[in-house]
């Protein structure tokens, strides 16, 4: 079983940059059979939103309401750790960040991490 453990959430003004981390841990032969990692969000009152998608390809994609701020990427060197760089932060970004891995057989959640941007 994989677990997932995130960070790099807290609170930033309008205008400013974040870095988040999900770093991926577990037995080898699970980790290996991850074939994306994304990134979702949840603001108080609304549903869960996919935010950036990263598959093992290296292929991606974004919500419109991120393109060209957010940036996904991942690191396969020894373990599999996903970011999500967030850039020119907006009030309206403010949510809890939860990171995802799918595998052929099942789907794992981390716990989420707050991202807070003041105006």
């Known amino acids: 079983q994989v677990q997932l453990v995130e960070s790099g959430g807290g609170l930033v003004q309008a205008g400013g940059s974040l870095r988040l981390s999900c770093a991926a841990s577990?037995?080898?032969?699970?980790?290996?059979?991850?074939?994306?990692m994304a990134w979702y969000r949840q603001a108080p009152g609304k549903q869960r939103e996919l935010v950036a998608q990263i598959t093992s390809s290296m292929r991606t994609n974004y919500a419109d309401s991120v393109k060209g701020r957010f940036t996904i990427f991942r690191d396969n060197a020894n373990t599999v750790t996903v970011y999500l760089q967030m850039d020119s932060l907006k009030p309206e970004d403010t949510a809890v960040y939860y990171c995802?891995?799918?595998?052929?057989?099942?789907?794992?959640w981390g716990q989420g991490t707050l991202v807070t941007v003041s105006s």
């Open positions: 577990g037995r080898r032969s699970s980790i290996n059979r991850i074939n994306a």
């Open positions: 995802k891995a799918e595998s052929s057989a099942n789907v794992v």
